[in-house]
Nanobody
Framework: QVQLVESGGGLVQPGGSLRLSCAAS????????MGWYRQAPGKQRELVAA???????NYADSVKGRFTISRDNAKNTVYLQMNSLKPEDTAVYYC?????????WGQGTQVTVSS
């Protein structure tokens, strides 16, 4: 049994910043990768950023230069620093972890960018 708990979402003005965190707990033996996805109304869930156990990173083109993903392996926690936020970043953000051959998801946290 694995649980992912997210925090840090909320309402922010355009140009502002938020920092999301996601802590994994439970029967964890080997986390291959962790990442953040988002889903806006009427759109499919998309990858925002991902990081491997070796700290290789991958970002969606729309967030490159603005978002930074990082992880603390000892704490099984992944972070997403979001800067220069735009209204189009508004979405529900989901934490994901790949453990062995299975994927696990958090409940999602709402990020709203509006003036």
């Amino acid at each position: 049994q694995v649980q992912l708990v997210e925090s840090g979402g909320g309402l922010v003005q355009p140009g502002g910043s938020l920092r999301l965190s996601c802590a994994a707990s439970g029967s964890i033996f080997n986390i291959y990768a962790m990442g953040w996805y988002r889903q806006a109304p009427g759109k499919q869930r998309e990858l925002v950023a991902a990081i491997t156990s070796g700290s290789s990173t991958n970002y969606a083109d729309s967030v490159k230069g603005r978002f930074t993903i990082s992880r603390d392996n000892a704490k099984n926690t992944v972070y997403l620093q979001m800067n220069s936020l735009k209204p189009e970043d508004t979405a529900v953000y989901y934490c994901n972890a790949q453990i062995a051959t299975d994927y696990y998801w958090g409940q999602g946290t709402q990020v709203t960018v509006s003036s």
